[in-house]
């Protein structure tokens, strides 16, 4: 303790480095014994006499069975049996690192190694380049549910019931949660199946953690609104259940039924996939469910409405032939009505 520059601290460290200094003979003398004891076990003779070699040295006979004329061991012919193995994966290796392909495509760049004061090219962090989309699937494969469990075209405005797993708190967690302020251990090996009923409001997430939200009216007389995050892929999901096709036109998402009050707080039905709907259980009921598509994952708000890509920005543009004719989709009444008065605007008109 001090400072580092004070004589007591300047005192302990000459005192270090002097214990240092005195144990280092002591770990030199104790290597050189074991080196020695070794030495002399690797020179001593077997039990039969019949080899003699050194550490690391190949197995060769000795005299007084060279003498004999005696054929030799399986020890010998399974040492060379070994090597001559060992030769031939040695040769494989080769060969596969001859046809490996994993670095095909690369410049030599890119598969150089720099020291940390030089900035590599473009082309060595392309090699090094984490493709997201593949760290993500081996997690959503990992954790997914299987494209049946999930109801066909599902769509922000329909009614489903979801069932899911809820823990069972037993009376000494509630104890617990009484003694710790609200806090108590749950047993997720006991549990019950329980369901709620909603309007799906959106989609949210990529992958295995895609979320739908739900909105449900809870109470009687003036009920009250509680909105509810379901992770789709969760485990403890059982079961999704359509009880009512809603449609909600062009809109992306329903959170405009936050605004719907009483005998309003209701979305149109959709007609088209209520029959839809019907023509799937009456081909379950027949047994022709082999017919029916499979259903797809729920899709968000960018997957359903992709945003619009210019024809400029495709690869098969070509600038020189450019007809357009061939871009303008407008309608003749786009073209000449709303055209015509697109080009009458002046705003720098002044009456």
Sequence with gaps: KGHPFSPRCKAAMAAHRLGMSVRAPRLRLACAVLLAAIAVLSFAPSRSGAFVGTLGAPLTVSP???ATSQPLPRLILAASEQEASDAIMVQDDEEFDDEDTSM?????EALAEYPFDEDPPASWFERRRIDRHKVNMVFFDMYKK???FFPHDLRPGDTIRVSFKDPVFPKEAEKDAKV???FAVVDYSKTREIFTDGVIMNFKGEYHSRTVHLRTMVGKGIPVGYELIFPMHSPLITGIQVLRRGYIGNNKNAYFVRGLIGK??????DKEREERDKLYAELREEGRADEIPEPDYPQTENERYPLPVWKQDMDDWDESEYDPAKVDQRTEYQKEILGKWKDKYDPNFKP
């Excluded at 309003?264 to 039905?269: L, S």
């Design 264 to 269: 309003k707080n209701q979305i149109p039905i």
């Design 64 to 66: 007084s069975l060279r």
């Design 180 to 182: 710790n302020k609200g």
């Design 146 to 148: 299987p494209k049946s």
């Design 104 to 108: 095909v495509g690369y410049p030599d």
